[in-house]
Nanobody, 126 residues
Framework: EVQLVASGGGLVQAGGSLRLSCAAS????????IGWFRQAPGKEREGVSC??????YYTYSVKGRFTISRDNAKNTVYLQMNDLKPDDTAVYYC?????????????????????WGQGIQVTVSS
């Protein structure tokens, strides 16, 4: 099982940027789907972005502002977040799932991932 450690959260003003990192303890290759989720107080966990092979996916509210990428040599996936807005304030999580068990899964559905990193707080002040 892959273990994930997320980092890079913090406090930033609206319009600022942060880069989140998700480092895997095991080997991460294009055989793994990596997703970023977030959960704001009182809201359900929301799929933010996903990278599956060479394909990337984003929820509508972050398109054009967030970029997901991976560095397999470093076993790390990144989420570059630009032009941050107060509505982006949430606890962010990364998650992974092996492509071998991905059939029928949806990138934005949290239950389809079996490994999760710890949550990290991202706070955007207005």
């Amino acid at each position: 099982e892959v273990q994930l450690v997320a980092s890079g959260g913090g406090l930033v003003q609206a319009g600022g940027s942060l880069r989140l990192s998700c480092a895997a303890s095991g080997f991460i290759s294009d055989d793994y789907v990596i997703g970023w989720f977030r959960q704001a107080p009182g809201k359900e966990r929301e799929g933010v972005s996903c990278i599956k092979g060479s394909s990337t996916y984003y929820t509508y509210s972050v398109k054009g502002r967030f970029t997901i990428s991976r560095d397999n040599a470093k076993n790390t996936v990144y989420l570059q977040m630009n032009d941050l807005k107060p509505d982006d304030t949430a606890v962010y999580y990364c998650a992974s799932e092996n492509l071998r068990t991905w059939w029928g899964s949806l990138w934005y559905r949290a239950q389809d991932y079996d490994s999760w990193g710890q949550g990290i707080q991202v706070t955007v002040s207005s």
